[in-house]
C-alpha cells in the first residue's frame, strides 16, 4: 500500500522554525513529484511548495524566501524547512505525490500553529 506520512508539526511562536518531514512507502519515489499543500480552519487548501522528481522547486509567493522544499530519493523522504514563521502559516500541512499535473497520493496530514 502506498503510504505518506508527515511529521514534525508543532506549536511554535512567531519568527521561530520547524521543519515537516514526510516518509514515503509502496511508490517509486524517485519517480514522482512531491509537494506540501496547507488548510486553515474555513480556508480552501493552498499549494504551498513543489519539488519535481529531478529536484526543481517552486513556491507560493506567501512563502518564497522562508520556506524550503528537498528531498531525498534514497531515504523516500521529503522536507519543508519553515523558517521566520507567521501566524497565517497555521494549517494542517499535507504532504503529497503525482505525475505530470496530477496529485494522486495524500498524506493525513500534521498540524502547525504558530502564535503571536
Known amino acids: 500500500q502506498v503510504q505518506l506520512v508527515e511529521s514534525g508539526g508543532g506549536l511554535v511562536q512567531a519568527g521561530g522554525s520547524l521543519r515537516l518531514s514526510c516518509a514515503a512507502s509502496g511508490i517509486i519515489f524517485s519517480a514522482y513529484t512531491m509537494g506540501w499543500d496547507r488548510q486553515a480552519p474555513g480556508k480552501q487548501r493552498e499549494w504551498v511548495a513543489g519539488?519535481?522528481?529531478?529536484?526543481?522547486?517552486n513556491y507560493t509567493d506567501s512563502v518564497k524566501g522562508r520556506f524550503t522544499i528537498s528531498r531525498d530519493n534514497a531515504k523516500k523522504m521529503v522536507y519543508l524547512q519553515m523558517n521566520s514563521l507567521k501566524p497565517e502559516d497555521t494549517a494542517v500541512y499535507f504532504c503529497?505525490?503525482?505525475?505530470?499535473?496530477?496529485?494522486?497520493?495524500w498524506g493525513q496530514g500534521t498540524q502547525v500553529t504558530v502564535s503571536s
Open positions: 503529497n505525490a503525482g505525475i505530470f499535473s496530477r496529485k494522486i497520493y
Open positions: 519539488i519535481t522528481s529531478g529536484g526543481n522547486t
